[in-house]
């Protein structure tokens, strides 16, 4: 009987990844029909198709591979609902008058609530049950029935709600409750985003408890997620500066490569494939997003500088580029060594330690001759940088006899 009902699961999870799949490439081709061109949302940016792809992919191999796990079957039904959300947009994009194509109004009608309830599932809700698809205690299974009602009510009221459809001015809702209900509706309609938020908030409390009372494997796996959402809010960031400045054709050209990065690093955290690398690529992380910081205010600080002072022999920008360029090549090296040694110091004191350690005695090992000594000082120096429980050196003698 587990058997067959494993059997069903596994099916129905690769169901669901095909069905994203298809309904993606419906979404392209409609789009592509569409009298807007190859236009998506505004840009060329079909790379955000890959979110739901990949979201449903990685729910399916975790339920493949970890069972009935309850991440799983989030991202598999909240990339279905994001390639349902993006099929929804690219009909409506063809559509020049009412009635033009069959189902229009259900269609329409699923595209107004169906991203709520997608990112209600992931990441919302998954927050509240990482790693291991359990919340963590009573008290929290409690937090997370209420996130759950929060998604359901959102999703509910905005999609029986009266009125104007969600992005869809000028479209009434054909589905919409009148009367109290309706007005009830509305009510849960204007809530829905601050109880997502809400509970989005309470999620990441959530993870914060398990980083603190969780296993050592936890807290690896909770450092991927981390490392996600830090390269996630950066880039949120710079997109609001760069939308600030009015320049957003770079970043929502390139914005689908960082949206994935969540779903893949939840994967291979409860995958657990390469977990213990996430020490090594956050410590690179925080190096070359320093370097990449100071490197670019030099640069631009040394452009107008050099335009400044080269201005009275050319008019010209391109030898204060060139110069600024090679001051930057030139600083890359020393500046990277002085940046990885203070994120070392500052982050990483255990091994910055160990490794001045071994630096102090690989000086001092240059003068030692007498053996006793050499043998202490290279038992504290593994004691100083492995602290190991127990130490011992073993020395072979010319004879041929081992002394300890």
């Not at 479209?171 to 989005?200: F, H, K, T």
């Amino acid at each position: 009987m587990s058997n067959s009902l494993d059997l069903w699961r596994r099916a129905a999870a690769w169901l669901c990844s095909i069905a994203t799949v298809a309904m993606t490439i419906i979404a392209v081709v409609l789009q592509l029909r569409s009298p807007s061109g190859s236009s998506w949302e505004g840009g060329t940016n079909y790379l955000t198709l890959i979110h739901p792809i990949i979201s449903v992919v990685i729910g399916a191999v975790i339920i493949v591979r970890k069972g009935n796990h309850l991440v799983g079957w989030l991202f598999c039904l909240s990339g279905l609902g994001w390639s349902l959300s993006h099929l929804a947009f690219s009909y409506s994009a063809n559509l020049s008058r009412p009635g033009q194509l069959p189902w229009e109004s259900q269609i329409l009608w699923s595209s107004s609530w169906v991203a709520l309830l997608a990112f209600g599932l992931a990441p919302v809700l998954i927050l509240h049950v990482f790693p291991n698809g359990r919340s963590s205690s009573a008290r929290w299974k409690a937090i997370f029935a209420a996130a759950l009602g929060a998604v359901a009510l959102g999703t509910i009221g905005t999609a029986l709600a009266p009125g104007h459809m969600e992005d869809l001015p000028g479209i009434d809702n054909p589905y919409a409750l009148e009367g109290a209900a309706g007005q009830v509706m509305q009510v849960l309609r204007e809530l829905s985003w601050p109880l997502l938020l809400l509970s989005a908030a309470a999620g990441v409390w959530s993870v914060r408890v398990r980083a603190r009372q969780g296993t050592s494997e936890e807290r690896q796996q909770i450092k991927w997620i981390l490392l996600a959402g830090m390269i996630t809010v950066g880039f949120v960031l710079v997109w609001g500066v760069m939308e600030t400045l009015g320049n957003t054709a770079l970043v929502e050209s390139i914005n689908g490569l960082f949206v994935p990065l969540i779903p893949i690093a939840v994967g291979i955290a409860i995958l657990k494939h390469r977990l213990y690398d996430i020490d090594l690529l956050i410590n690179r992380t925080l190096v070359y997003a320093s370097l990449s910081a100071i490197l670019g205010g030099f640069y631009l600080g040394a452009v107008v500088l050099f335009q400044g002072l080269l201005a009275p022999l050319t008019a010209k920008s391109d030898l204060a580029i060139a110069a600024s360029t090679l001051a930057v090549a030139a600083l890359f090296g020393p500046l990277r060594t002085q940046v990885q040694r203070f994120i070392d110091r500052r982050f990483y004191r255990s091994r910055y330690d160990a490794a001045e350690t071994l630096r102090v005695f690989s000086a001092r090992l240059r003068d030692q001759v007498d053996l006793s000594s050499l043998s202490e000082e290279l038992i504290g120096v593994v004691g100083a940088t492995m602290q190991p429980v127990h130490a011992s050196l073993w020395v072979r003698t010319p004879t041929g006899e081992a002394t300890r």
